[in-house]
Protein backbone atom coordinates (compact mmCIF):
# COMPACT_ATOMS: atom_id res chain seq x y z
CA UNK A 1 0.00 0.00 0.00
CA UNK A 2 2.45 2.59 -1.17
CA UNK A 3 -0.37 5.69 -1.65
CA UNK A 4 -1.38 5.29 2.20
CA UNK A 5 -1.25 8.66 4.07
CA UNK A 6 -0.05 8.79 7.41
CA UNK A 7 -1.82 11.37 9.11
CA UNK A 8 -0.12 10.64 12.74
CA UNK A 9 2.17 7.95 13.15
CA UNK A 10 2.95 6.41 16.70
CA UNK A 11 4.82 9.25 18.02
CA UNK A 12 2.81 11.83 17.17
CA UNK A 13 -0.45 10.22 18.37
CA UNK A 14 1.53 9.76 21.45
CA UNK A 15 2.25 13.39 21.74
CA UNK A 16 -1.28 14.45 20.82
CA UNK A 17 -2.89 12.34 23.49
CA UNK A 18 -0.37 13.44 26.20
CA UNK A 19 -1.28 17.36 25.30
CA UNK A 20 -4.87 16.80 25.82
CA UNK A 21 -4.25 15.04 29.06
CA UNK A 22 -2.45 18.05 29.82
CA UNK A 23 -5.49 20.03 28.42
CA UNK A 24 -7.97 17.92 30.82
CA UNK A 25 -6.58 18.44 34.29
CA UNK A 26 -5.49 22.01 33.75
CA UNK A 27 -9.31 22.99 32.88
CA UNK A 28 -10.46 20.26 35.44
CA UNK A 29 -8.20 21.41 38.42
CA UNK A 30 -9.22 18.94 41.63
CA UNK A 31 -12.65 18.09 39.95
CA UNK A 32 -13.64 14.07 39.84
CA UNK A 33 -13.28 13.09 35.93
CA UNK A 34 -14.73 10.52 34.07
CA UNK A 35 -14.14 9.93 30.51
CA UNK A 36 -16.26 8.23 27.62
CA UNK A 37 -15.47 6.96 24.53
CA UNK A 38 -17.45 6.24 21.39
CA UNK A 39 -17.49 2.98 20.03
CA UNK A 40 -15.44 1.76 18.64
CA UNK A 41 -11.47 3.66 18.06
CA UNK A 42 -12.45 6.17 20.42
CA UNK A 43 -13.60 3.61 23.35
CA UNK A 44 -9.15 2.60 22.99
CA UNK A 45 -8.50 6.52 23.16
CA UNK A 46 -10.50 6.86 25.76
CA UNK A 47 -8.39 4.03 27.67
CA UNK A 48 -5.04 5.66 26.54
CA UNK A 49 -6.34 9.02 28.05
CA UNK A 50 -7.76 7.54 31.68
CA UNK A 51 -4.18 6.19 31.67
CA UNK A 52 -2.16 9.61 31.36
CA UNK A 53 -4.47 11.62 33.08
CA UNK A 54 -4.24 8.87 35.94
CA UNK A 55 -0.53 9.53 35.47
CA UNK A 56 -0.78 13.22 36.09
CA UNK A 57 -3.43 13.45 38.61
CA UNK A 58 -2.62 10.17 40.99
CA UNK A 59 -6.17 9.79 40.85
CA UNK A 60 -8.26 6.80 39.70
CA UNK A 61 -10.54 8.66 36.65
CA UNK A 62 -13.59 6.58 35.41
CA UNK A 63 -13.30 5.25 32.44
CA UNK A 64 -16.85 4.27 30.18
CA UNK A 65 -18.15 3.93 26.75
CA UNK A 66 -20.89 4.34 24.53
CA UNK A 67 -22.12 2.64 21.59
CA UNK A 68 -23.96 5.25 18.96
CA UNK A 69 -24.64 2.55 16.34
CA UNK A 70 -28.41 3.36 15.97
CA UNK A 71 -28.01 7.41 15.99
CA UNK A 72 -25.52 7.20 13.54
CA UNK A 73 -26.72 9.85 10.49
CA UNK A 74 -25.76 7.23 7.41
CA UNK A 75 -27.50 4.24 9.19
CA UNK A 76 -30.05 4.14 6.47
CA UNK A 77 -27.51 3.62 3.43
CA UNK A 78 -24.70 1.45 4.92
CA UNK A 79 -25.32 -2.15 3.17
CA UNK A 80 -25.42 -4.44 6.88
CA UNK A 81 -27.23 -3.71 9.96
CA UNK A 82 -24.97 -2.62 12.64
CA UNK A 83 -23.19 -4.69 15.31
CA UNK A 84 -24.53 -3.47 18.32
CA UNK A 85 -21.89 -3.39 21.45
CA UNK A 86 -22.54 -2.97 25.38
CA UNK A 87 -22.37 0.22 26.79
CA UNK A 88 -20.69 0.81 30.14
CA UNK A 89 -20.95 4.01 31.82
Same mark, same amino acid.
Given at each position: ?? *? ?5 ? +???? +?? @?? #?????? &? #?? *? *? %? ?6 ? $? ?19 ? $? ?8 ? &???? +? ?5 ? %??? %? #???? @???
Amino acid at each position: ME *NEKVVLD +RDDL +RR @TL #VRIAHE &I #VE *N *N %PEQRLALV $GIHRRGAHLAARLRELVGELT $GADVELGDLD &ISFY +RDDLGSR %PAA %P #VVHA @THL
